[in-house]
């Protein structure tokens, strides 16, 4: 008979809080039952397990994926700012001159440098 497998499921329901649940399941088990079996749906009642994108060591996964021993299933959060766009906001608020590569120069030093 083979041995069950070990899972880590992790949550993060808003920034710098991260729950997680180590989990013994049967060899073949999927996503969605590592999930299930996590226990998840009761700490957080409003998370929605099928909609979930979700992935296994930071590669985006299927619910039907099947696991292996000691993988790590994580369930993401929608981005709420466009990483692109909050980069643009910040640069805007520094100001051209004091953000860059080259902001800080050297006194007597060429252009550039």
Same mark, same amino acid.
């Given at each position: 008979m083979t041995e069950a497998i070990q899972v880590a499921v992790l949550y993060s329901p808003r920034p710098r809080i991260v729950h997680e649940w180590v989990l013994s399941l049967p060899p073949g088990a999927t996503v969605l039952q590592a999930l299930e079996a996590s226990g998840l749906k009761t700490a957080f009642p409003n998370a929605d397990l099928t909609a979930a994108v979700v992935g296994v060591w930071?590669?985006?996964a299927r619910l039907e994926q099947p696991l292996r021993?000691?993988?790590r299933v994580e369930i993401y959060r929608e981005l709420k700012v466009d990483p692109k766009l909050a980069r643009r906001e910040r640069f805007r608020k520094q100001g051209a001159r &004091? &953000?860059?590569l080259f902001a800080r120069k050297r006194q007597? &030093?060429?252009p550039g440098y």
């Open positions: 930071g590669r985006k021993d000691r993988d &004091a &953000a860059g007597g &030093a060429k």
